[in-house]
């Protein structure tokens, strides 16, 4: 089913698309094939894109281990920035001109994020990397990805996965006869728990209509379908749940 494209998207990346299933750290042939998905998608839409660090380091997890969870935090959303250099160096060696916009001030590596200054380069063509999450402790990237989503007045979020290809009623990898959504709404997966972003940034959503479309972008092509309005994944919205 193909619906209408979108003009400008907000893409959600989390670390684990800068490597292989299971590993740490950056491979740079899955970072190459991952920008060639936003390559293609860049001829279709304006692309803004934030990045989680994961692949790297995990605020949360290392916080446990005895450092400070503030202080893991910070260190998470410096994992981002690495991530963000990457991703943008692979982008231009395949053409694309990219900026890099970061909540954290590291002017001698990327621009400071003004929402004004991001639309512009939006609008003439370059795709966006936002890097170190909302610049505070406490927030995730997929809260940061909302808030930049808003902010940049994209029409959608896009949460790129790298397991699941939507949106389940169970999680699919342990018990695999749940049920995909095509549609679900905001508050059905903040009453159901369904843990595909964290409440904050599903509330943000919420408030701000914006809708949400989770799907796999280890599907070649993923991408670029989704903002040319192909039905692919789930889609979170006001709308009322509707299961595949």
Do not use: W
Request: a positive charge.
């Amino acid at each position: 089913m193909k619906g209408k494209g979108y003009r400008r998207v907000l893409i959600k990346l989390s670390g684990e698309t800068f490597c292989k299933s299971g590993a740490r750290g950056i491979d740079i042939d899955e970072t190459r094939l991952m920008a060639e998905e936003i390559v293609a998608a860049s001829k279709a839409a304006q692309c803004g894109i934030v990045v989680g660090g994961g692949n790297l380091i995990r605020g949360s997890e290392i916080a446990r281990h005895g450092v400070q969870e503030v202080t893991g935090d910070y260190m998470g959303m410096l994992a981002t920035v690495i991530n963000a250099l990457a991703l943008q160096d692979v982008l231009e060696g395949q053409g694309v001109e990219t900026r890099v916009m970061t909540a954290l001030q590291i002017q001698q590596v990327a621009e400071p994020f003004i929402r004004r200054r991001a639309i512009r380069h939006l609008e003439k063509g370059r795709v966006v990397i936002l890097a170190a999450g909302t610049g505070n402790p406490h927030f995730t990237t997929d809260t940061a990805a909302a808030l930049k989503g808003d902010e940049i007045k994209a029409d959608v979020l896009l949460k790129a996965t790298t397991k699941v290809d939507g949106v389940y009623e169970a999680d699919p990898l342990k018990h695999p006869k749940a049920k995909r959504y095509q549609q679900v709404s905001y508050l059905d997966v903040i009453k159901q728990g369904l843990r595909i972003m964290d409440v904050t940034a599903i509330s943000m959503c919420m408030e701000e209509k914006l809708p949400i479309i989770v799907f796999n972008l280890k599907q070649r092509g993923s991408l670029e379908r989704v903002i040319r309005g192909d039905t692919l994944g789930t889609l979170i919205s006001d709308a009322s749940t509707v299961t595949a």
